[in-house]
């Protein structure tokens, strides 16, 4: 079906591509080898080049780095890993001169167990008011067994049980992902209170808006029933990873009134309705249809969720073709803007997962005896589907270093593997560590101009010099010029507020229009197929993903033609 085009002043959230940055992996200012805040600030112009609207920041909290900053200790305070708060001040309000938006992360499903209110309801004992802002329960039987037998998403069980201020074992309390990340309980009103509270700091201090963590996971059934599934972060996807059934633990009918409260917080930040001011939401949220996910972005809830349907999608012009027609009609349904995204801090790198026989079930890290991706392909192919991402209309996500094309690192020794997810499933999961890997800056330089050090966090694979940014700036074909030709020219023809009209031209060839009323549209084709695809005659071409072969497009390649 033919998708309407947006009136040219729309939202900025309507269209914007937002950039995400790994706050340990972007760049490293003190030279202790981990990302930080200055370090950010430092590379802002590179990414107001690069043409992003906005960024997101993963977590930069006080955190002990059990998840990576995902458990968080104090909501209000920056980690001095990363630099203080006056270094989140200096970040802001330098996106701000350059015109990029600042977009941060919230992780509300769960704190650090180093959280201050964590520490006081285990000091205070069961029964306490400190208790009730986490989901404690006594154990089964003679309380030695866990209160249900839900699992961990990282693997194991989702309750550990503590010792009590007197020293006796004693309750057991939930969470849903690392043992050191208890779940809060998001009934009781003190906890919704903080909350508002919290947002309303960080919206004093400028930031356009949050990334809600597992938004679908805040409210559980209260009847805490017993479920024999594993709480996997997957959805839709192919064959194995197709997962319909949800669990009691997540999205609960109850979290969307938390939004409601949040939508009236965020707008009362804009009294006159100036479209520029707007402050947005966007929610992680890993359910099993679009049309789940799009009630998270009804009018009076969040701005956004993200399309994680598209980013599983297999690589084949049926199922491609269908999830991004599917994505627009959940997205009209509620009226609000679809989003695309195919990398993030979560997943295999789309360079590499793509790399994977066609139909592989989304893996969880690649580990180096494993089957290796073909680094070639996946390139190819990564190339097309972004190239394809960016000509939709909607809103698009990018995830550090993929505008450089980078691989996943598939040959991480153990040793130095961080992720929760690993070391719970003892090593049956690889886990996430792989696409967390420091970005290569400069080829010839210590840690690839990461930062000042010889050493970073993460090991960087040696291949990671020849994709390093000062190899591909300026490179003609480069993939870093092919992102920065994509968003200008994503700009110039307006198309994340563009119209979509489908094309057929052939059955392994996904093609559309995109137009905005009144401007010239764009045609945008990708080949899946093997047979060389010729260009509608009278078109010019605009961008390639790869090279046209005597004027014909090639397998696995996209290109906007006006
Ligand atoms: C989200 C984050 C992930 C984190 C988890 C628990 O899925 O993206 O990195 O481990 O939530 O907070």
Not at 129 to 151: A, C, I, K, L, Q
Not at 299 to 314: G, I, K, V
Not at 544 to 555: D, I, P, V, W
């Amino acid at each position: 079906m033919t998708h309407n085009p947006l009136p040219h002043e729309a939202p900025w959230w309507r269209h914007a591509v937002i950039y995400q940055v790994y706050p340990r992996s972007f760049a490293d200012q003190d030279g202790d080898g981990v990302g930080d805040l200055p370090g950010i600030t430092s590379r802002l112009p590179y990414l107001a080049e690069l043409g992003v609207d906005a960024i997101w920041i993963s977590p930069f909290y006080r955190s002990p780095m059990a998840d990576a900053g995902y458990d968080v200790a104090d909501y209000r305070d920056i980690d001095p890993l990363f630099g203080d708060l006056s270094d989140a001040d200096a970040l802001i309000a330098r996106a701000h001169e350059l015109g990029v938006r600042v977009v941060i992360d919230l992780v509300p499903n769960h704190t650090s167990d180093q959280h201050a209110w964590f520490q006081a309801a285990l000091a205070a004992g069961p029964g306490s008011p400190e208790r009730e802002r986490y989901v404690f329960r006594p154990g089964r039987g003679d309380g030695t067994e866990p209160p249900n037998n839900w699992e961990s998403v990282f693997g194991g069980g989702a309750w550990t049980r503590v010792t009590e201020p007197d020293g006796t074992p004693g309750q057991w309390y939930l969470h849903l992902f690392d043992d050191t990340q208890p779940d809060l309980n998001w009934d009781n009103p003190e906890v919704v209170e903080e909350f508002q509270d919290v947002l309303r700091f960080w919206l004093d201090r400028g930031v356009d808006g949050f990334r809600v963590d597992v938004a679908h996971a805040l409210i559980k059934d209260p009847e805490l029933p017993d479920w024999h599934g594993r709480a996997v972060m997957a959805n839709g996807g192919d064959g194995e990873t197709a997962h319909t059934h949800l669990g009691p633990m997540w999205d609960q009918e109850g979290v969307h009134e938390i939004y409601r409260g949040w939508r009236r917080l965020l707008d009362s930040y804009n009294p006159t309705g100036d479209p520029a001011q707007d402050r947005i939401l966007c929610a992680e949220a890993w359910l099993p249809t679009q049309e789940r996910t799009m009630r998270y972005t009804r009018a009076d809830e969040m701005h956004q969720a993200f399309n994680f349907h598209f980013l599983q999608s297999p690589w084949r012009v049926d199922d491609v073709t269908e999830v991004v027609e599917a994505s627009l009609v959940a997205a009209e349904a509620v009226g609000a803007p679809t989003t695309w995204v195919l990398s993030n801090h979560d997943v295999v790198r789309h360079a590499s997962r793509l790399g994977l026989p066609v139909g592989t079930p989304r893996p969880n890290g690649i580990g180096a005896l494993e089957p290796q991706p073909n680094a070639v392909l996946g390139l190819r192919r990564a190339r097309a589907a972004t190239t394809l991402m960016l000509a939709l209309p909607g809103s698009a996500y990018l995830y550090n270093g993929e505008e450089l094309g980078l691989p996943e690192h598939t040959a991480l020794p153990d040793a130095v593997r961080q992720d929760p997810a690993f070391h719970r499933t003892a090593g049956e999961e690889t886990g996430r560590d792989g696409c967390r890997v420091p970005m290569p800056w400069t080829a010839a330089a210590p840690s690839f101009g990461f930062g000042p050090g010889e050493e970073s966090w993460l090991p960087q694979p040696d291949l990671y010099g020849v994709f390093a940014v000062d190899r591909q700036q300026g490179v003609e074909g480069s993939t870093l010029e092919l992102y920065r030709t994509l968003l200008r020219l994503r700009r110039e023809h307006d198309l994340g507020v563009g119209g979509l009209e489908w094309l057929d031209l052939g059955p392994e060839v996904l093609a559309f229009r995109n137009a905005r009323g009144d401007g010239t549209p764009v045609t945008v084709i990708t080949n899946f197929g093997e047979e060389p695809v010729a260009l509608p005659e009278g078109t010019s071409v605009l961008v390639c993903s790869g090279r046209l072969h005597e004027g014909m497009l090639g397998q696995d390649t996209t290109v906007w033609l006006s």
